[in-house]
């Protein structure tokens, strides 16, 4: 295992949202290299951490042991159940810094990254469907959709007919060149336009956007009142959910949403939103360039009652 420690990102700004108290329990609901749990234990307060990556889990044991910390290998979806099942509920606070960790990216054999060859994988929770899977055997129109949808790439027919012409694909640089030559790409153009791809297909992986909008929920139910809520996202689609939640949530979207419609007696507001979206100062930038686009988004959460969910 060889790579570069995860720098946790905005951890002050997360800190100052989430205050963590002595006697109070907190989730990090993206453990990681455990940055926000380890300054969240050291106010006094006791963290119960989730990741759905067994090796950010394994390395997580030890200070497992020796703090009061507990690690709970599941994805964040299942945040309310896992810690009913703990009898954890209602907690003081929620924070997610969503996406991959630095360990992830910098191991080639975990496939999230062009920068160095691996195995076409991109599995966070290294099980079922990877990356390869995928792009060998989805028809053209679904892969198309994807880079649409979630990489917001202009071009995604022209790459789709590309990755099926090549099939099949096995590793990361095999799919970043033929990224590349479908779309004219010379070595020194700035943007890679391997990069959107990437993302497309590691979100659609691992059901990213939809895990978010579950966390989301599920934070809603887990905080108790006066609850705090931080979450740190890194591209401009998970950022627009986060948003949108607080906005419907806080009472400042009129009529409930077009997603999550609600009847009149359920649309009081649960939670405040506690600032405007906070990014990264020059000093963080200047010390770790992965925050530069970073968003952090807080809340408070109020007494109301959660807002049930359509079927
Ligand atoms: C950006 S890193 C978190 C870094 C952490 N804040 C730190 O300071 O070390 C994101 C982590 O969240 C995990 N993760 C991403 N999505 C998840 C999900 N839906 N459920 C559980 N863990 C998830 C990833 O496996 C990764 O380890």
């Known amino acids: 295992m060889s790579s570069a420690p995860h720098i946790p990102v905005l951890l002050e700004e997360v800190l100052t949202a989430l205050a963590p108290a002595p006697g109070e329990c907190h989730v990090d609901a993206t453990f990681g290299a455990g940055g926000y749990t380890r300054a969240i234990l050291a106010t006094g307060a006791a963290v119960i951490a989730f990741d759905r990556d067994p090796d950010a889990i394994a390395n997580g044991r030890a200070l497992e042991e020796e703090a009061a910390l507990t690690l ?113 790409h010379r070595p020194h153009d700035k943007k890679d336009p391997a990069t959107r791809a990437f993302q497309a297909v590691r979100i659609h992986i691992n059901g990213e956007l939809d895990e978010l909008t579950q966390g989301l929920e599920a934070a809603e139910r887990v905080l108790k009142p006066g609850g705090r809520l931080a979450i740190v996202t890194f591209h401009s689609l998970e950022d627009r959910i986060v948003k949108r939640f607080l906005r419907d949530r806080s009472g400042a979207a009129p009529g409930g949403s077009r997603h999550m419609p609600v009847t009149a007696a359920e649309r009081e507001p649960t939670f405040e939103i506690t600032a405007r979206a906070i990014r990264a100062g020059e000093a963080e ?18 007494g109301a009652a959660p807002w049930r969910l359509e079927a």
Do not use: H
């Open 72 to 184: 709970v290998p599941a994805t964040f979806s299942a945040l309310e159940s896992e810690l009913a099942a703990r009898d954890a509920v209602p907690v003081d606070g929620v924070t997610m810094d969503i996406g991959v960790s630095s360990m992830q990216l910098d191991q080639a054999q975990r496939g999230f990254s062009f920068q160095s060859d691996g195995p076409l994988d991109m599995r966070m929770s290294q099980e079922g469907m990877s990356a390869a899977d995928f792009l060998n055997e989805a028809e053209e129109e679904q892969i198309a959709d994807v880079l649409y949808r979630y990489g917001e790439e202009p071009k995604s027919r022209r790459i789709a007919r590309a990755v099926v012409a090549a099939r099949p694909l096995t590793t990361t640089a095999q799919f970043a060149n033929v990224v590349r030559k479908a779309l004219g």
């Open 285 to 302: 930038l200047a010390a770790n360039p992965r925050a530069r686009s970073a968003t952090l988004r807080t809340a408070r959460r109020t």
